[in-house]
């Protein structure tokens, strides 16, 4: 670098970054498995209560997941359950994330 070169970044972009690590927060949104309207629960498991029924061909995004209660679904039998809101949970064994283990971090 020459001198009297400015090192450093103008609004525009920062802003741009700002914006970039945004779009990289967002999560990744799945596929419920064709012909399943799926029960949202309170917690990882059945005996929790249902929050609501997802309807047919809905994507649902999974910000976290937990193991808990053993699920067989159209995509295997597994104790995950993926966090797709504030305390609402739905069995991976019916979201298609394309994995058998995490795709995403680990609730608390």
């Avoid at 945004?22 to 799945?30: I, N, S, T």
């Avoid at 249902?50 to 649902?60: A, E, F, K, Q």
């Avoid at 809101?85 to 609730?107: L, M």
Wanted: glycine share 14%; net charge negative; aromatic share 10%.
């Amino acid at each position: 670098m020459g001198v009297g070169e400015n090192t450093g970044t103008t609004a525009d972009e920062a802003e741009g970054g700002a914006e970039a690590t945004a779009l990289a927060a967002a999560p990744v949104v799945y596929p419920i498995a064709p012909g399943y309207r799926v029960n949202v629960r309170r917690g990882p498991g059945t005996q929790y209560g249902i929050v609501r029924t997802l309807p047919y061909g809905m994507s649902v995004p999974v910000y976290c997941q937990k193991p808990g209660e053993w699920v067989s679904g159209p995509y295997g039998t597994s104790n995950l359950w993926d966090n797709i809101a504030n305390g609402q949970f739905v069995a991976d064994a019916y979201v298609k994330t394309g994995s058998d283990g995490y795709i995403a971090q680990r609730c608390d």
